[in-house]
C-alpha cells in the first residue's frame, strides 16, 4: 500500500522553528518529485516548496523564500521541510505529495497525499 504521512506540526511562536517530516511507505520517495503544499481556513491550498527527483533542483514560493529548506533523507525514505522565522500567515494544514512525473511543478498534478499536519504559529 502506497502511503504518505506527515509529523511535526505543532504550535510555535513567531519566529520560531518547525521540521515537518514526510514519510513514505510501500514506495522510494527518491524516485519521485515531492511537493509541500499548505491551506490555511478559507484560503487556497499553496504550494509551498518542491525537490525533484534523484536530487534534483529544489523549488519555493516567494512567501517562504529564505526561511523553508526543503530536504530528502533517502535512508530514511524521508523528506523534510524545515520551517524557520515562522510568521502567523504561515498557520495552516501541511500536506506533502508525490509526483511520478519527476520533473514536477509544483502546479501540475500530483498523484500521492498525505493526511496533512497542522501548524499554528501564534503568540
Known amino acids: 500500500q502506497l502511503q504518505l504521512v506527515e509529523s511535526g506540526g505543532g504550535l510555535v511562536q513567531p519566529g520560531g522553528s518547525l521540521r515537518l517530516s514526510c514519510a513514505a511507505s510501500?514506495?522510494?520517495?527518491?524516485?519521485?518529485?515531492i511537493g509541500w503544499f499548505r491551506q490555511a481556513p478559507g484560503k487556497e491550498r499553496e504550494g509551498v516548496s518542491r525537490?525533484?527527483?534523484?536530487?534534483?533542483?529544489?523549488k519555493y514560493a516567494d512567501s517562504v523564500k529564505g526561511r523553508f529548506t526543503i530536504s530528502r533523507d533517502n535512508a530514511k525514505n524521508t523528506v523534510y521541510l524545515q520551517m524557520n522565522s515562522l510568521k502567523p500567515e504561515d498557520t495552516a494544514i501541511y500536506y506533502c505529495a508525490a509526483s511520478r512525473f519527476r520533473l514536477c511543478v509544483l502546479a501540475g498534478s500530483f498523484d500521492y497525499w498525505g493526511q496533512g499536519t497542522q501548524v499554528t504559529v501564534s503568540s
Open positions: 525537490i525533484r527527483a534523484s536530487g534534483g533542483s529544489t
Open positions: 510501500g514506495f522510494t520517495l527518491d524516485d519521485y518529485c
